[in-house]
């Protein structure tokens, strides 16, 4: 298995409710990043939470990091429909280097 | 200010043909990253280029592949003897250099090949 795993491969909520994703890593980090794509479309940034840092907010996202048990998690709280969505997490072992991306969350917001 | 341009973004290609792939960086920005994803999974890194030279292509498979980010012009991934397998979307990413925030991607490049 790689770098950067996602839990759960697919969510399926309804608007309004919260989404939880975790990934799961394995080697050393640098910094952990979280990415939005929608379908056919490239990457958008959402977040960048560095390995000296346990928790991270930027509007309606929460991103938590736990260095010992090497997992990170994002919520999207109070979701829309406007999030469908596949989230990826990255990590690197320095800024600017290469990024490992795990396989994704799908979520689904139904209206 | 421009972010990361890639072209095209839809090639379609017939077995056995080449695919060239471009990739304009953001501007200040001097190194390159290529990542390919297929259906359903997650971008899986290819290759890192700097201006004139290969950091790092541990991602990048051995036959049919290869990379250049020259002095003067976009970067490309080049895709010899293409095959279905092939068939992806293949980002492009840019940065200021080691140590720098501020990765960016570009809107990708979807490879079919027939």
């Known amino acids: 298995s790689q770098q950067g795993e996602e839990d759960p491969q697919a969510l399926s909520i309804q608007e309004g409710e919260n989404a939880t994703m975790n990934c799961s890593y394995k080697?050393?980090?640098?910094?952990l990043q979280w990415y939005r794509q929608n379908s056919g479309r490239g990457l958008v940034h959402l977040i960048l939470?560095?390995?000296?840092?346990r928790e991270k907010h930027s509007g309606r996202l929460r991103v938590t990091l736990d260095t010992s048990k090497k997992s990170s998690s994002l919520l999207i709280t109070a979701s829309r429909a406007a999030d469908t969505a596949s989230y990826f997490c990255a990590t690197d072992k320095a800024a600017g280097n290469k990024l490992t991306f795990g396989g994704g969350t799908r979520v689904l917001v139904k209206p | 200010n421009a972010g990361v341009m890639q072209n095209p973004r839809h090639l379609v290609r017939r077995r056995g043909q080449e695919a060239r792939l471009r990739c304009s960086p953001m501007?200040?920005?001097?190194?390159v990253y290529w990542y390919r994803q297929l259906p359903e999974e997650g971008l899986k890194f290819m290759v890192y280029l700097q201006k004139e030279n290969i950091i790092d292509e541990s991602g990048m498979p051995k036959e049919r592949f290869s990379a250049e980010f020259p002095k003067e012009g976009p970067s490309i991934l080049r895709i010899q003897q293409v095959v279905r397998g092939d068939s992806a979307a293949y980002f492009c990413?840019?940065?200021?250099?080691?140590?720098?925030?501020?990765?960016?991607f570009g809107s990708g490049t979807r490879l079919t090949v027939v």
């Open positions: 080697t050393s980090i640098n910094n």
């Open positions: 990413a840019s940065s200021p250099g080691p140590g720098e925030l501020g990765y960016t």
């Open positions: 939470i560095r390995s000296n840092e």
């Open positions: 501007k200040g920005h001097s190194h």
